[in-house]
């Protein structure tokens, strides 16, 4: 089975500032891997997403993310957040793009 | 047309109601999702729906009833809900029902139901 941890429950940072939002992963076999956000009320919009290729994947809004094999992360980062990303992150897995697995989410909360 | 629906975007109802959630796309994805999303949670998969039949019941109870009338309409019907059913509700579509790398999910903006 898979299963996917994000450590950081909660991530403050000021504007302007870059963040480092932490996704590990399990699985006995390769998968997929995704960030989607969540606005707060609303349903979850993608990312971005790894499916194989270059290991630096970039993605909307000017975020990144790099999957790491050997320490199996994907490990999502923004070099300068604006007010407006201030929302829940939400890192997800998949072996065959039917059943995803999500992890706990990041709020994300970017102060002036 | 790249969007999920979902109607109503609120739904407050007593234990005894019968109420139903809509979820509409017409991207011509033939496979659809019902999620539940618990406060500060992640989203739980509830049910799937391949070529309009159900294909994954993740063990929901069966005071919950998904319907897929056609290839762009997913219902759930609800009756007899519990308080602890109180969430947001989210339906998601992609294109292949059997997988594949370009099998996005595209979510709704869900419903957050309230049961009283």
């Known amino acids: 089975a898979q299963s996917v941890t994000q450590l950081d429950s909660q991530v403050p940072v000021f504007e302007e500032a870059p963040v480092e939002l932490r996704c590990n992963y399990s699985s006995s076999v390769s998968v997929y891997l995704f960030w989607y956000v969540q606005y707060p009320n609303q349903g979850l919009q993608l990312l971005l997403k790894y499916l194989s290729g270059s290991t630096l994947v970039k993605g909307i809004n000017g975020f990144e993310a790099e999957f790491n094999k050997s320490q199996t992360s994907f490990h999502l980062r923004k070099p300068s957040v604006h007010i407006s990303d201030t929302a829940e992150y939400f890192c997800?897995?998949?072996?065959?793009?039917?059943?995803?697995?999500f992890g706990s989410g990041t709020k994300l909360n970017v102060k002036p | 047309d790249t969007e999920v629906t979902q109607t109503p975007k609120h739904l407050v109802m007593g234990m005894t109601n019968k109420k139903s959630l809509k979820c509409e796309q017409h991207m011509g994805h033939r496979a659809m999702y019902w999620y539940k999303q618990k406060a500060k949670k992640p989203p739980e998969l509830m049910f799937v729906?391949?070529?309009?039949?159900?294909?994954i019941n993740e063990s929901v109870p069966s005071r919950f009833s998904p319907e897929c009338p056609n290839s762009s309409l997913l219902n759930l019907h609800l009756h007899a809900l519990q308080p602890e059913d109180s969430a947001l509700y989210l339906c998601?579509?992609?294109?292949?029902?059997?997988?594949?790398?370009?099998?996005?999910?595209?979510f709704g903006p869900g419903t957050r139901l309230t049961v009283l």
């Open positions: 997800a897995v998949t072996i065959n793009f039917n059943k995803f697995y």
């Open positions: 729906y391949s070529y309009e039949k159900l294909s």
């Open positions: 998601a579509s992609s294109p292949h029902p059997l997988g594949g790398r370009d099998n996005e999910q595209f």
